[in-house]
């Protein structure tokens, strides 16, 4: 009896926990230049704070802020300038014996440190360049600047540890390493960064039916492998290293010596497309068995993919007894798209789960109507599809539309045999079991097609 896609979802998040202490065992460290994408193995925390002086936000004058409150388009300030500095310098102190009649500033780019006065005056603001006029003493070759308006406290200062603090997380444990937390961790010196390693998966396509890439089909009553191809790519996609084992065809004792042999290496999970229904040549289940398989399900309550089957299979190619025992298995259906939604919904969670990742929360999108939709008898809101409501169905769909206005329509011709539907969608709609109609302007979940 099929068990319901919540169930199964309970059940490999349940499976994935058990593993995930010999799949972290072996983590790596790896340049964050080339972390793109990988999996947080642990939390990293800033080790300083950032900036970690006060420096400049502009390209300008630094010069003390209570000198400038008289000033005017009529009665500008003057200061005179007694240097410059730019990022990279050290901090400039300006002398007591440099000072004159006049305020002082210093010429500062942005990035560089503020400089100091020993005098008294604190140099706590920086005046764009823009903002003044700059007057050369062609007799003392002094430069000098005039204020025309009050500066703030603080203006264009960029002060220390006003940015990321000591200890600031950048990276949560189990976060996918986008760009900007590689720009995070390089701004405070980090060069290397703990990551899981990526999951290792076997995919294997069965059927006496499947052609071997390159071979002509023509002459003959069989078809090309879509399902190997497809699984590998979309994994590879995901972060897994992916080895595509080929084809196996209906045949016990062969799909028996494949998978013995694919057990004795070192792989995360192992997937099959096809063989897993009830006709005579769906051999996985009775190979599996065999092999000493612990099912975890066979068949859930799912639309495209009912028969699909997840199972750990016992592992002997490590004698350490705390490293994994079991290889996890799936079994997915051989339509294209029904062994598509499986890997989505199925596979996908567990390889989140095993990483120390959640599954995707889905968007939300308005269903719009289909093109015939008008013959419906209700005009304003018209019934898009029925469901029997006592199964979760994923059907591909094309999602259109900006955030805040986001529109998702259902493709009609559906059927998990033909790709060219497939190709046309872009996401998703999970039809939540449950609910027996949609109509044009229901709110709907939906995923990314891979």
């Keep these: ?49 950032t900036p970690k002086f006060d420096t400049s936000a502009m390209d300008g004058y630094a010069l003390s802020s209570s000198a400038t409150q008289d000033a005017t388009i009529d009665g500008p300030v003057t200061f005179e300038v007694k240097g ?20 002082v500033c210093v010429e500062i780019m942005t990035g560089a440190p503020f400089p100091t006065s020993v005098s008294g005056d604190d140099l706590d603001c920086c005046v764009r360049h823009e903002d003044v006029a700059v007057i050369v003493d062609e007799t003392s070759n002094r430069r000098y600047i005039r204020v025309f308006k009050p500066a703030k406290t603080g203006q264009n200062r960029r002060f220390a540890g006003s940015d ?17 937390h590689i720009l995070s961790m390089a701004s405070v010196g980090m060069t290397k960064i703990a990551v899981t390693r990526k999951p290792r998966v076997a995919v294997v396509s069965t059927g006496s039916e499947l052609l071997p890439p390159g071979l002509d089909q023509s002459p003959l009553h069989r078809i090309s492998d879509a399902n190997g191809p497809y699984l590998t790519a979309t994994l590879e996609s995901w972060g897994a290293a992916v080895d595509f084992l080929g084809i196996v065809h209906d045949h016990a004792e062969k799909l028996e010596q494949s998978l013995s042999s694919i057990l004795k290496k070192d792989y995360d999970v192992i997937i099959t497309s096809g063989a897993v229904s009830a006709g005579r040549c769906d051999l996985i289940p009775a190979v599996i068995r065999r092999l000493n398989a612990r099912v975890v399900f066979r068949k859930v309550a799912i639309r495209p993919g009912h028969p699909v089957l997840f199972a750990q299979i016992p592992d002997s190619s490590s004698n350490d007894q705390h490293l994994r025992s079991e290889t996890a298995f799936f079994g997915l259906p051989g339509n294209p798209v029904a062994s598509a939604a499986c890997l989505r919904f199925l596979v996908l969670p567990y390889l989140k789960y095993l990483q120390l990742q959640r599954p995707d929360d889905p968007s939300h999108a308005s269903l719009l109507p289909l093109d015939d939709a008008e013959t419906s008898t209700t005009k304003e809101h018209p019934v898009v599809s ?60 939906i995923y990314p097609s891979h």
């Design 84 to 103: 410059m500095i730019a990022a990279g310098d050290e901090p400039l102190r300006i002398a007591a014996d440099q000072q004159s009649g006049a305020p």
């Design 1 to 49: 009896m099929a068990i319901l896609y919540s169930e199964a979802l309970q059940l490999i998040q349940a499976e994935a926990q058990r593993q995930r202490d010999a799949f972290a065992a072996d983590g790596e460290h790896v340049p964050i230049s080339q972390a793109r994408n990988r999996i947080a193995r642990e939390t990293v925390t800033s080790p300083i704070a």
């Design 386 to 445: 029925t469901f029997r409501g006592d199964m979760d169905v994923f059907r591909p769909a094309l999602v259109r539309g900006s955030s805040g206005h986001v529109q998702v329509k259902l493709i009609q011709d559906h059927s998990p045999g033909k790709i060219k539907p497939f190709l046309h969608s872009n996401c998703w709609i999970h039809i939540h079991r449950g609910v027996s109609e949609l109509r044009a302007g229901d709110i709907v979940d």
């Design 164 to 180: 990321f603090k000591k200890s600031d997380v950048l990276v949560d444990a189990g976060e996918v390493i986008h760009p900007a």
